[in-house]
């Protein structure tokens, strides 16, 4: 995925969170402002969030443009939810085009996505995943070793693929996780909740840049970034 968000806090529309702003993730499907690699997100979107008395996650996806899904606009109003995740793809060259490949992906009880990219080859081989894809593939992996060890399986992935980009945002329903790995992520902090997002989706001065290579987790006590990579000893 090339441009994803996530919010936990209030109840919020997913209108409010993925198509109303400014600079929504429906804006960025076709005019991302910060976007470094590809220009146009328009090979599927994915919207998962927890329904009250449902415990596990709703989703929806399509391989279309976000922009061309008149029914996804209608329905987006009438929904809220206090924890969503949402993502607009650009495709990896060589990688399938097909609504299995878009995130958000799910093993049940969380929602990953991950914009970036990863040579398959180093990951092991996951009968399970969701589709061919290098990010369902990724995702596979992640759910397997479990999401307390995201920031390790992060680190692993990365050193057998220096040229990974692993820019990972998972929701469980109560909490949020994000890795920084090659690619923008903004966070901002209000009063109703918190969000995640590639990039700002509008200009509120309380957005700020989370530096590459952290791990960010996000509960409903507050906000931390924790460093991926230990500085090397001198
Ligand atoms: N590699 C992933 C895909 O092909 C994500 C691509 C991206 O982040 N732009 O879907």
């Known amino acids: 995925m090339c441009r994803h968000l996530a919010w936990l806090g209030r109840p919020r529309t997913l209108a409010a969170l993925v198509l109303d702003p400014p600079s929504s993730l429906l804006v960025q499907s076709h005019a991302p402002r910060r976007q470094r ?58 990688m399938p085009i097909e609504e299995a490949a878009a995130a958000p992906f799910t093993d049940g009880r969380w929602l990953l996505s991950h914009n970036g990219r990863v040579d398959r080859a180093v ?4 009968r399970d995943a969701e589709s061919v894809v290098d990010s369902a593939q990724l995702a596979a992996l992640v759910f397997s070793r479990g999401l307390d060890s995201l920031g390790a399986t992060v680190r692993e992935v990365g050193a057998a693929d220096p040229s990974a980009r692993l820019n990972l945002l ?34 509120d001065p309380r957005w700020s840049d989370v530096p590459d290579r952290m791990l960010v987790e996000v509960t409903p006590d507050g906000l931390t970034q924790t460093p991926l990579e230990a500085s090397e000893p001198a």
């Open 123 to 126: 990951l092991p081989p996951a």
């Open 37 to 94: 690699y590809g220009t146009v997100n328009a090979d599927g979107w994915g919207v998962g969030f927890w329904a009250d008395g449902h415990p596990e996650p709703a989703r929806w996806r399509s391989a279309q443009p976000l922009w061309g899904s008149a029914s996804f606009a209608s329905v987006a109003p009438a929904v809220s939810s206090r924890c969503v995740l949402a993502a607009v793809r650009s495709a990896t060259v060589g």
């Open 170 to 203: 998972a929701a469980d329903g109560t909490r949020l996780l994000a890795t920084t790995w090659g690619d923008t992520l903004s966070v901002l902090v209000t009063d109703e909740g918190t969000a995640l997002a590639s990039e700002p989706w509008d200009d």
